[in-house]
């Protein structure tokens, strides 16, 4: 058996699909970003029952109720993880199970979008699951024991949410809410509202994009909606791209910023390219006239 290296042609050929977080306060217009999407190659993964935003949109849907259900959808849609042992979840045993009860997976050939909203209410799920598991009582009084559903639901999230991301052919959008409180010196902090911490903190580094849609001010001070894309801006919102291609401030129009990310890479010099901030230039120049 050759050692099976994966040349440059070959991976660069392959089709991959973005996968992104897409975060936003209540009522801004987050699950409306499926207008923008085709309803043809969309799957809807309804999980909020939140479809009034929608109602007319064209595209199908899944409505998952509790959290097996959500990791039968995941391995149905993403396959078997080969790593994993026969009486693990996402197993080649679950999803030969899953295959036995929805059929042909073939069927999902035809979306090239998963749109999960949101994860916020997956959380919710994955922990009242967690609650009624042994892990979540006390072994020596068998009374509930918080610290432990909260681990058990941080595992149960990343690696769903890990299987999801390997689903390397479509795109995954998982939609969250924005979450925003002050620090112990009055700041504001902007961070993804879900039951536990695991699963918001080591979110950004699954994902390839995480995208706030908020709303701005411009010069004049008119209100407006963007998607803010880059991990450093004036605001603090959560922003990660990953893909180099995106400005710090796209139009909030998901189907297009997905066009941008599966455009045309920028050459590495640009994508690598260091310039100081106006504000350091003048803080040297400052100091060489003190000289």
């Known amino acids: 058996m050759n050692l099976p290296i994966i040349t440059a042609d070959q991976r660069l050929a392959e089709k991959r699909g973005v996968k992104g977080v897409l975060i936003g306060k209540s009522g801004i217009g987050k699950t409306s970003q499926l207008w923008t999407l085709d309803a043809q ?4 993964f309804d999980l909020e029952a939140g479809d009034l935003a929608v109602e007319g949109w064209k595209g199908d ?5 509790t ?6 959808f995941a391995v149905f849609i993403g396959g ?8 693990q979840p996402f197993s080649q045993a679950h999803f030969q199970a899953v295959c036995e009860r929805f059929g042909d997976p073939s069927i999902l050939d035809k979306y090239d979008t998963l749109f999960v909203d949101s994860i916020t209410v997956a959380g919710r799920l994955c922990m009242q699951w967690c609650k009624g598991q042994p892990q979540a009582h006390s072994e020596r009084t068998g009374k509930p024991d918080a610290r432990g559903a909260y681990g058990l639901m941080g595992q ?10 390997h689903t390397r052919d479509k795109n995954v959008w998982f939609v969250g809410i924005l979450d925003e409180r002050l620090d112990d010196y009055n700041r504001r902090v902007f961070s993804l509202q879900i039951d536990g911490s695991k699963t918001g903190l ?9 995208v706030t849609l908020a709303e701005l001010k411009s010069d004049d001070g008119a209100s407006y909606r963007a998607f803010v894309c880059r991990t450093l801006n004036p605001w603090g919102y959560p922003a990660k791209d990953r893909s180099g291609r995106l400005e710090a401030v796209e139009e909030p129009h998901l189907g297009r910023l997905m066009e941008k990310v599966a455009g045309p ?13 106006p504000a350091v230039d003048q803080l040297n120049e ?5 000289l």
């Open 286 to 290: 400052a100091k060489e006239k003190d």
């Open 41 to 44: 190659r969309t799957l809807f």
């Open 265 to 277: 890479a920028k050459p590495a010099l640009e994508r690598l390219e260091y310039t100081q901030p």
């Open 156 to 165: 149960e999230m990343i690696a769903w949410l890990t299987h999801l991301q």
């Open 202 to 210: 080591e979110l950004p580094g699954i994902v390839d994009e995480v």
């Open 67 to 72: 959290w097996p259900e959500c990791r039968d």
């Open 61 to 65: 849907s899944i409505r998952p109720r």
């Open 80 to 87: 078997p993880n080969p790593a994993l042992r026969e009486d």
